[in-house]
């Protein structure tokens, strides 16, 4: 007995010990996509907040390919010291699982969830020839030319893909996918008219709804946003429960220990509550939100539950 006490007070002071050495360096965070999109700025406007608290810096180094497994398989591999972390996104934890044949890594078991960043909104978008002000109108067009309108998106599989095969899938409506490679080229056609229907982040779809050459039908987050007050939800126009939006957090390999994971969990919630931070986030309308590890842990199996069906009922795979 006294030999298990003895244990026990020794894994405390340990932890405790790691609790107030940690970091001892800087922080390498991998961001698993190319520099310039909202991983990159949630990624660096949380690690400069967050490197005041811990006394160390990040290094952010961003490490695109194979949407985004690439660098997930390399930071499950790593070790579990708290020097290698990597931004967790909706694709890699709760899209890729269940639209790859074959994944590098498990999005359960190989990763530590420490911390929910930030959601930025999904919004969706007409072009202005399309006779719609707002996602009921456009539901009731689409149903009378059922396969008529076509939609495009950043690609086969893409967060954009996936957030109108879920509308279609509440809304019962029949429109046509056309994939382009990357979000610019889908833009280009969907500003010139020769596709009718898009969903995005609000960065690369708000200079063209200011234009007028697009129109906001409705926003995939619970709540409006403060730049389109007047925009609906899609769930406020009749579909309860619908929520999309792109989602950042903080991950490491499975067995980080709890004194990192707390450590870099309380100093995210710090972080989240910055006016620094919160006028970086701003022009992406994204919402900062800095959980604690179980939160973000329940957020992640919840999306999966949500993504898993979508993704099976749409037929949706990746190569």
Known sequence: ??????????????????????????????????????????????????????????????????????????????????????????????????????????????????????????????????????????VALAKKEPGKLNYGSAGNGSAGHLAIEYLKLVTHIDIQHVPYKGTGPNLIDLVAGRTQFSAAGTPPLMPHVKAGKLRVVAVGTTRRLGVLPDVGTVAEQGYPGFETSQWYGLIGPAKLPDAIVNRLASESAKAAKSAALEKQLEPDSAEAVGSTPKEFADFIAKEQARWKEVVQRAHVKVD
């Open 1 to 138: 007995m006294l030999s298990k006490i003895a244990a026990l007070t020794a894994a405390c002071c340990s932890a405790v010990a790691l609790a107030q050495t940690y970091p001892s360096k800087p922080i390498r965070l991998v961001v698993p996509f190319a520099p310039g999109g909202s991983s990159s700025i949630v990624a660096r406007a949380f690690s400069a907040e967050m490197s005041k608290g811990l006394g160390q810096q990040f290094v952010v180094e961003n490490k695109p390919g194979g949407g985004g497994n690439i660098a997930m398989e390399e930071v499950a591999r790593a070790d579990p010291d708290g020097y290698t972390l990597i931004i967790g996104h909706v694709g890699t934890l709760a899209m890729n699982p269940y639209m790859f044949e074959k994944l590098p890594y498990d999005a359960s078991k190989d990763f530590r969830p420490v911390s929910l960043f930030a959601k930025v909104p999904t919004i969706f978008v007409v072009h202005e020839s399309v006779p719609a002000k707002n996602l009921g109108e456009f």
